[in-house]
């Protein structure tokens, strides 16, 4: 099996490309890169979302990492390398007022176990890192 091809359309991702998968070598390691994470969306109710809302963040937060292990592994199933997928713990609890967003960090979890599952076969680990929501900020005492 060759390395994966981009399909018509697939590399659409804004800033993402093909070249930008593999980083420089450092110590004889070669990472991977995934697009920047947003940061946490402003709270939202479900009925005010629109599709297109929805299909951006699914673009930045679930396609950008796909198509970045997507054409990574072939190298990395050379170097028995790793894939870290970076998520948000709300993924996984649940936040309120964000169903969009933590439906995409869902999937990213959903996306790191399927792949550790077929990865492992060519000695590739994937794993996530779960970032969890800052803690509320402190009150301001005044003296």
Not at 65 to 84: D, H
Request: proline share 13%; glycine share 10%; hydrophobic share 35%.
């Amino acid at each position: 099996m060759g390395p994966a091809a981009p399909l018509e359309g697939e590399m659409e991702t804004p800033g993402l490309s093909r070249g930008g998968a593999r980083g420089p070598r450092f110590r004889g390691l070669r990472p991977a890169f995934h697009p920047t994470p947003r940061p946490d969306p402003p709270e939202e109710q479900i009925d005010d979302v629109t599709a297109q809302h929805f299909r951006e963040l699914l673009e930045v937060n679930l396609v950008g990492y796909f198509l970045t292990a997507k054409f990574a592994l072939p190298y990395l199933r050379e170097t028995r390398g790793n894939i870290i997928n970076i998520s948000s713990l709300v993924g996984v609890i649940g936040q309120r007022q964000a169903v969009p967003y933590v439906t995409t960090k869902g999937a990213v979890t959903a996306m790191t176990k399927a792949m550790a599952v077929d990865e492992s076969r060519y000695g590739v680990r994937v794993n996530r890192y779960l970032m969890k929501p800052p803690p509320p900020p402190l009150p301001h005492t005044h003296t």
